[in-house]
């Protein structure tokens, strides 16, 4: 079975700085890897998404994320956050299991990120 | 545009009474599932389901009941709810591309 670990439950930087936010998996096989952002009382939306290929995956609003196979880690990664990138950042995994069948997700306990004007 | 919706979006309920959380989708995705969303705890999966007519149980499936009638739609069962069910419900629909859609949530409080 896989699973997700964000270490960082609550993370604070100012508006203009960088952002990396931390997401490690385990997996008995090299899964597909998602990050969510939910803002308050919303539903989640999809940031980005890994399958395969180049590890260096761009998203939405300027958010990119790193694959790495060695270090079982997807981290989240923004050059210049904006307070309205203020929300809880989920991560979350899933293995493929047959053509035509379900994909579960795992889910880590998510982060929160406050961002200071 | 992916869409899926929830109704109700909050809901009181009493202990010992039945509630019946609903979702439908216009994406034409095979997969729904529903989780619950609890400080501490991230998401966690209650029961899924691969299309209409089939239901299975996810992780945390005690107390649970679900249904899917049609492609379009999926609802959650609690017939005896208990005050551990309250909890932010988010319902998902996902195929293929293996990335899932969300709802905007209900809140369910059982008092």
């Known amino acids: 079975a896989q699973s997700v670990t964000q270490p960082d439950a609550r993370v604070t930087v100012s508006e203009g700085a960088s952002l990396q936010l931390r997401c490690k998996y385990s997996s008995s096989v090299t899964p597909y890897l998602f990050w969510y952002v939910q803002y308050p009382r919303q539903g989640l939306q999809l940031l980005l998404k890994y399958y395969s290929g180049d590890p260096v995956v761009q998203g939405v609003n300027g958010f990119e994320a790193e694959f790495s196979k060695s270090n079982s880690s997807f981290h989240l990664r923004k050059a210049s956050v904006h307070w309205s990138d203020s929300a809880v950042y989920f991560c979350?995994?899933?293995?493929?299991?047959?053509?035509?069948?379900?994909?579960?997700?795992?889910f880590g306990q998510g982060t929160v990120l406050s961002v200071i004007p | 545009e992916a869409a899926v919706t929830q109704s109700p979006r909050n809901k009181v309920a009493v202990t010992g009474g039945k509630v019946t959380l609903s979702c439908n989708q216009t994406?034409?995705?095979?997969?729904m599932y529903w989780y619950r969303q609890d400080t501490g705890h991230g998401l966690r999966l209650i029961h899924y389901?691969?299309?209409?007519?089939?239901?299975e149980k996810g992780d945390i499936p005690d107390g649970y009941k679900a249904s899917r009638p049609s492609q379009e739609n999926f609802s959650l069962i609690l017939e005896l709810a208990t005050p551990s069910q309250t909890s932010v419900y988010f319902c998902?629909?996902?195929?293929?591309?293996?990335?899932?859609?969300f709802g905007p949530g209900t809140r369910l409080t059982v008092l």
């Open positions: 979350a995994v899933s293995i493929f299991v047959a053509t035509g069948g379900n994909n579960k997700l795992t």
């Open positions: 389901s691969y299309g209409a007519g089939s239901t």
């Open positions: 998902a629909s996902g195929d293929t591309g293996y990335e899932q859609y």
């Open positions: 994406n034409n995705h095979n997969n």
